[in-house]
């Protein structure tokens, strides 16, 4: 019981995060800085809010959860298992860019892990959501590379962007009350042996961009939302991103 809790717990922050920020990137459709961008982040949001959608199916067909329009457009901002990265509003391009950058990289890592968990339907899921992701992050080190060598303006722009993320990226990896669980049944290596691979990961790459990542050590996290707590941002998400699914939850579309 402990581990069936533990790998929903688990299938949840990652369906949450995935249709959140699949939601938050969309909001670049038709105010991208060039018409390319415009297309590319509507179609790095199709590709999230896909996966979330295979991921709240694994909830519904082996945890016996409502189907996923139910779970993804039918619960409070509380019950909700997201972190507070990928609830913040787009804010200016830099930002993010950033946030898709520190976000994808996790990603990746997280979903070449679980290629090898012992829970097989999220081992088999994970090779196929892996094809997408990787083009997610060639197109994240494609514009922060460029970016950041490109003028001291937008050099300077990009690193700002990586401070005030950073805290917030380190949020993806707050630990579940179950953590244990998983790790001791392979069904996942665990948050913060995730965070270790990303931060050498990140670091490499901005490094060699000539960015300065912030340490670890000195960083205080924001935490909360794998436990339920979220930004003032979440709430009037959901509302906007429910509307007409509210209209009639029975509706067949």
């Known amino acids: 019981m402990t581990n069936e809790h533990a790998t929903k717990e688990l299938l949840f922050k990652m369906a949450d995060d995935a249709l959140i920020i699949g939601h938050r990137n969309s909001e670049w459709t038709g105010i991208g800085p060039t018409i390319e961008e415009d297309i590319a982040f509507s179609s790095m949001s199709q590709d999230k809010i896909g996966h979330a959608q295979a991921l709240y199916t694994l909830l519904h067909e082996h945890f016996n959860e409502a189907d996923p329009d139910a779970l993804g457009f039918g619960r409070t901002a509380t019950n909700f298992k997201s972190c507070w990265l990928v609830e913040l509003p787009i804010g200016a391009y830099d930002f993010t860019l950033m946030r898709h950058f520190l976000f994808d990289h996790a990603e990746i890592l997280r979903y070449q892990s679980l290629q090898q968990s012992s829970f097989t339907p999220l081992a088999q899921l994970s090779g196929k959501i892996i ?62 042996a995730l965070q270790a691979h990303w931060y050498q990961k990140i670091s490499g790459l901005l490094n060699s961009y000539g960015l300065t990542v912030p340490n670890i050590a000195d960083t205080n996290p924001v935490y909360g939302g794998r436990k339920g707590f979220h930004s003032e941002h979440l709430s009037p998400l959901l509302i906007e991103m429910t509307e007409v699914f509210r209209i009639d939850e029975t509706a067949e579309w």
């Open 131 to 192: 094809g997408e992701i990787k083009y997610h992050i060639l197109h994240a080190n494609t514009w922060v590379k460029q970016l950041s060598t490109s003028t001291e303006e937008a050099h300077a722009r990009i690193q700002t962007a990586l401070n005030t993320v950073f805290p917030y990226a380190l949020g993806i990896f707050e630990t579940g009350d179950n953590e244990q669980a998983l790790i001791n049944d392979a069904t996942f290596i665990g948050e913060q």
